[in-house]
């Protein structure tokens, strides 16, 4: 085998390419319908360019921020996501890398471990929740990561359950058993370096949901749990802001991309919100989650803690986010290219890569702290920022 560091997310992206199996690939770029958003996120970064200084600038270069009450190493957080396949340790190696980088990590509540495995780790966990279920089993979900010392809750209200992609969607089965095995084996079998660190286990992925029902109950599989979120009828205001009064702690509202829904958040009583439109993943022609949030800092920054998601894959990705008015950056198919490159090393990869594009731009620029970094820093192209929802 070769050297398994990579010197870019590009490069863990090519080495996932090549070692996943074609359907759990595919399930990773995913992207609705054209992909406008998803290509967007992306697209958007291209639009923003640095004025560094060449002399001035400074030997000590400090990172660390204070996001939903943790101290945290680098201004990057992990985005919750399900990635039941694409390493036999998932959610854990994640978990470990965000812990021995000192950064923390948003839990998805349809992960393939369970809260209590990864709180475990001691990695400050935020427990991510979708509005699914009787209000009582939201209340049991809560409950469960707050006995586990979950230290947060991700409320995502951007899912609208937009299925259809130009490229087509992977099939996703229920349970992997031995017929399910045999129907995915030719694609499988092209990529035997990931069949064998399942093998090393003794399981196949197990595509169960562990985090939405207490612990004294049997998990049911994905499409149960996604099939009790479909039924559940949208939520109101009122009803965020009655989430909200169940948490005593950080919580975080994940999917803004307005400035009325984010006034509404604050109104909601929430702590922080992330700006995103959940990787490209929902409606599609949305725009980049970094041209909306300029106004949104600017109308909520000054009350709560403002996030942002989407299309960050380099150091100075993150910093043109904080010059645009975030706190912190939440990553997803970064560290997801990670893991399946090289898992737990391969996550920690790619927070070594960020946080050395993010010291780099810092010494281009001259800056001491993240926390200096304003619009002046960049070279923004005309026509880059989208202010959406202002009455
Ligand atoms: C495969 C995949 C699964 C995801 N699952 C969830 C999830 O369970 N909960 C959630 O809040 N967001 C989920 N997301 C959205 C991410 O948390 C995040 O918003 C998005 O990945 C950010 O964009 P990026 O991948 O370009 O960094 C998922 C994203 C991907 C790519």
Not at 108 to 129: C, N, Y
Not at 164 to 192: C, H, M, N, Y
Request: glycine share 10%; with cysteine; hydrophobic share 45%.
């Amino acid at each position: 085998m070769g050297n398994p560091w990579f010197e870019t997310v590009a490069e863990a992206q090519r080495r996932a390419k090549r070692r996943l199996p074609r359907s759990v690939y595919k399930a990773l770029i995913a992207g609705s319908e054209r992909g406008l958003s998803l290509a967007d996120n992306l697209r958007a970064f291209g639009e923003l360019g640095f004025a560094p200084h060449v002399a001035g600038g400074s030997a000590k270069r400090e990172q660390g921020v204070r996001v939903m009450g943790q101290d945290i190493s680098m201004p990057v957080l992990i985005s919750p996501t399900g990635v039941q396949a694409v390493h036999p340790d998932g959610e854990i190696a994640v978990a470990r890398a965000a812990s021995a980088r000192g950064i923390a990590m948003g839990l998805s509540s349809f992960a393939s471990q369970p809260v209590e495995a990864v709180t475990a780790t001691g990695v400050p966990t935020f427990f991510q929740v979708y509005w699914s279920g009787s209000r009582e089993v939201l209340i049991g979900r809560l409950e469960r990561a707050k006995a586990a010392g979950a230290q947060g809750i991700i409320l995502t209200l951007d899912w609208s359950f937009s299925h259809q992609r130009d490229w087509g969607s992977p099939s996703i089965p229920e349970s992997i058993d031995f017929k399910t095995a045999l129907k995915f084996a030719p694609e499988v079998a092209l990529r035997p370096q990931w069949l064998l660190a399942f093998a090393k286990t003794g399981k196949l992925p197990d595509l169960g949901v562990p985090n939405v029902r207490p612990l004294s109950e049997k998990p049911p599989g994905f499409f149960e749990a996604y099939g009790e979120w479909m039924m559940t009828p949208p939520p109101s205001w009122e009803d965020v802001a009655w989430l909200r009064s169940q948490w005593d702690g950080p919580f975080m509202l994940k999917g803004i991309c307005r400035v009325d829904d984010a006034r509404r958040a604050v109104d909601a009583g929430v702590s922080a919100i992330s700006v995103s439109n959940h990787g490209g993943n929902n409606l599609d022609g949305t725009p980049a989650a970094i041209r909306a949030l300029p106004t949104v800092a600017q109308a909520v920054g000054g009350q709560i803690e403002v996030v942002l998601d989407g299309g960050i894959r380099r150091g100075s990705d993150v910093v043109k986010a904080l010059a645009l008015g975030a706190r912190a950056v939440m990553i997803g198919r970064a560290y997801l290219w990670g893991l399946a490159a090289n898992g737990q090393a391969g996550v920690e990869n790619v927070l070594d890569l960020l946080r050395m594009g993010i010291d780099s731009t810092m010494l281009a620029t001259g800056k001491a702290d993240v926390s200096e970094f304003s619009q002046s820093d960049l070279v923004i192209a005309p026509g880059f920022a989208r202010a959406l929802g202002i009455d």
